[in-house]
């Protein structure tokens, strides 16, 4: 009985392990880019949020963006870009299962 005991508590860890790096394994990187839809010109310092997750980004001045490590489910992500002078812009993007994930993003002008 001692010994079942030992066994137990050493295979507990492996377990806890094993669980831990499926969580882990549903983070993805999304990239993206983000215009005006009337032009096609890239959008700079854009505010762009994922629902959820914990922090914010600005596009750059070519308009891009990235979110590194971003958790995933089934449901996708929904993504919400806002600019001032142009109408706010929110999406459900599906998560490609691969390590990246690329997003176009076009805002009207209000």
Same mark, same amino acid.
């Given at each position: 009985?001692?010994?079942?005991?030992?066994?137990?508590m050493l295979c507990l860890?492996?377990?806890?392990f094993a669980c831990s790096?499926?969580?882990?394994? *549903?983070?993805?990187?999304?990239?993206?880019?983000?215009?005006?839809?009337?032009?096609?010109?890239?959008?700079?310092?854009?505010?762009?949020?994922?629902?959820?997750?914990?922090?914010?980004?600005?596009?750059?001045?070519?308009? *891009?963006?990235?979110?590194? *490590?971003?958790?995933?489910?089934?449901?996708?992500?929904?993504?919400?870009?806002?600019?001032?002078?142009?109408?706010?812009?929110?999406? *459900?993007?599906?998560?490609?299962?691969?390590?990246?994930?690329?997003?176009?993003?076009?805002?009207?002008?209000?």
């Open positions: 009985m001692k010994k079942l005991f030992i066994l137990a860890p492996l377990l806890f790096r499926v969580i882990v394994d *549903n983070t993805v990187t999304i990239n993206g880019f983000v215009c005006d839809s009337e032009t096609g010109e890239p959008l700079a310092n854009v505010l762009l949020t994922i629902v959820g997750h914990a922090e914010s980004r600005y596009t750059g001045d070519d308009g *891009n963006f990235t979110f590194p *490590n971003v958790e995933y489910n089934d449901k996708g992500i929904i993504l919400t870009a806002k600019k001032s002078g142009y109408k706010p812009n929110t999406r *459900n993007f599906e998560i490609n299962r691969s390590s990246s994930t690329y997003v176009h993003l076009t805002m009207e002008k209000e």
